[in-house]
């Protein structure tokens, strides 16, 4: 074999495997970004209620659901996570139950079901996988699971339960691929006592109503006893050197009659006792209670939650005047405050606590703050802020290669590249 026809050769094998790596890196790329869910995906997964107050020491029901948007689906795995301090969470999870509707189809097997507090992060994982040959699909939300929520303490701030975006994924059933969009959903609930209602009861007793009169006629028993018990005359005051009253003690003859002051007058009764005691008992027993009971209730009303159920924290967007919408305490005034492109909106949420807001100024490239204050109608307020980025620039499906790999396909190909030329070059000589 000649000079030239191996190095022909050679350089041809270089071209191919060039070919041949930048085909693998690009797959590898695409696989790197289907263990997570994506900007452009399709399919959904929502917590609720997404707001609320968990009371402490009582079980709150939270579910999760699950929407594959009509696309036929071969797997679901979510992981929820929220943070604690200290060396145990403040609030329990647990109690998780997948759907039974799901699961007595027999098409359904769920191995995941765990909750790990790690970290200062209680972490709570579920995965399910459809066993069917054209996979699971459905136009609407459906119910994954159940878990409970359970507070074991007050706390400063809001629990905030969100996805994972890296750990959760819906799976496409014909090539394996993600397409969960990256969940926005999550839910923010306030630690709340129960509410205080103090009735103070002032009890008045009015002694007039009905009367329970007792009439009971006996026997007459008569007993005349005649006794005259002369103490002393019932002298009253001294008058003109005499007391007002000639004295006429038949117990006594000498009785003072004469005085220089009060304190001289003898003062007693004359007891002449004549009992006829005719022994018919009539009793009249008016024994009757008006109750008047005066109650005052006092009535704690109960801090207001809010939640941004459009935005997470950290999350990255291509729109300037995106749509901010979450959930409150039904009719409380919401204001959200864009710190970075200085603007304040003020809304009202409707009967059922919903509240939506658009800034009128678009927002810049960059990371942006905003703080959400809802007021209740009792004028109790709670605050709620997160951070997010603008990047105009980017599209929503945008599939950035992961680092390297752009960098290395190009190397390849440029090696390739040269070492054809080299070949051709020789190939003329």
Same mark, same amino acid.
Request: aromatic share 4%; proline share 4%; charged share 10%.
């Given at each position: ?26 797959? $590898?790329?695409?696989?790197?970004? +289907? ?6 995906? $399709? ?7 997404? !707001? ?19 696309? /036929?689906?071969?797997?679901? =795995? ?24 799901? *699961? ?14 790690? =970290? ?28 409970? *929520? ?15 975006? %890296?750990? !959760? ?34 009890? #008045?007793?009015?002694? #007039? ?19 005259? %018990? ?19 003690? /038949? ?14 007058? $003898?003062?007693?009764? #004359?007891?002449?006792? +004549? ?25 704690? #009303?109960?801090? /207001?939650?809010? +939640? ?13 005047? /995106? ?15 864009? $710190? ?8 009202? =949420? ?29 004028? %109790? ?12 620039? =980017? ?35």
């Amino acid at each position: 074999m000649s000079k030239k026809v191996f190095i022909g050769l050679l350089s041809v094998l270089v071209l191919i495997g060039g070919l041949g790596t930048t085909v693998f890196l690009v797959k $590898q790329n695409q696989d790197t970004r +289907s263990r997570a869910s994506t900007p452009g995906g $399709q399919t959904t997964v929502s917590l609720s209620p997404a !707001s609320g107050s968990l009371d402490i020491g009582t079980a709150k029901t939270m579910t999760i659901s699950f929407n594959p948007n009509n696309i /036929p689906i071969s797997a679901v =795995a979510v992981r929820l996570q929220y943070s604690y301090s200290g060396s145990s969470p403040e609030v329990t999870a647990g109690g998780i139950q997948i759907n039974q509707a799901l *699961l007595g189809t027999g098409d359904w097997t769920c191995p995941v079901k765990t909750v790990t507090p790690d =970290a200062g992060k209680v972490k709570i994982d579920i995965a399910c996988a459809n066993t069917t040959t054209n996979g699971f699909t459905a136009t609407s939300d459906t119910p994954l699971a159940t878990f409970t *929520l359970t507070a074991n303490q007050a706390l400063s701030g809001n629990l905030t339960v969100s996805f994972d975006p %890296q750990e !959760s994924i819906i799976t496409k059933k014909d090539d394996g691929t993600d397409v969960l969009l990256t969940p926005a959903s999550r839910g923010s609930y306030t630690i709340a006592a129960a509410n205080n209602n103090n009735a103070n009861t002032n009890n #008045t007793n009015n002694a #007039t109503g009905s009367a329970n009169t007792n009439n009971a006629t006996g026997s007459a028993n008569t007993n005349n006893n005649s006794q005259t %018990q002369a103490q002393a005359h019932n002298h009253k005051a001294c008058a003109g050197n005499a007391c007002s009253i000639v004295p006429c003690n /038949p117990a006594t003859t000498a009785c003072a009659d004469t005085c220089t002051a009060d304190s001289d007058c $003898q003062t007693a009764n #004359t007891n002449s006792n +004549s009992n006829s005691n005719a022994n018919s008992n009539f009793n009249t027993n008016t024994n009757t209670t008006d109750n008047t009971t005066t109650t005052t209730s006092t009535t704690t #009303t109960a801090t /207001p939650t809010v +939640s941004v159920s459009s935005l997470y924290s950290g999350q990255t967007i291509n729109n300037d005047t /995106p749509t901010i919408s979450g959930t409150t305490t039904p009719n409380a005034k919401v204001v959200v405050t864009i $710190q970075s492109t200085p603007q304040t909106i003020t809304t009202y =949420a409707d009967t059922s606590g919903n509240w939506t807001i658009q800034p009128s100024v678009p927002l810049a490239n960059g990371t942006h703050t905003i703080t959400i204050v809802a007021t209740g109608t009792g004028g %109790q307020a709670v605050t709620e802020t997160l951070n997010f980025s603008v990047d105009t620039t =980017a599209t929503a499906s945008a599939t950035t290669p992961t680092t390297g790999t752009a960098e290395t396909t190009l190397m390849v190909l440029g090696v390739a590249v040269l070492l054809l030329f080299g070949a051709l070059r020789l190939a003329r000589e």
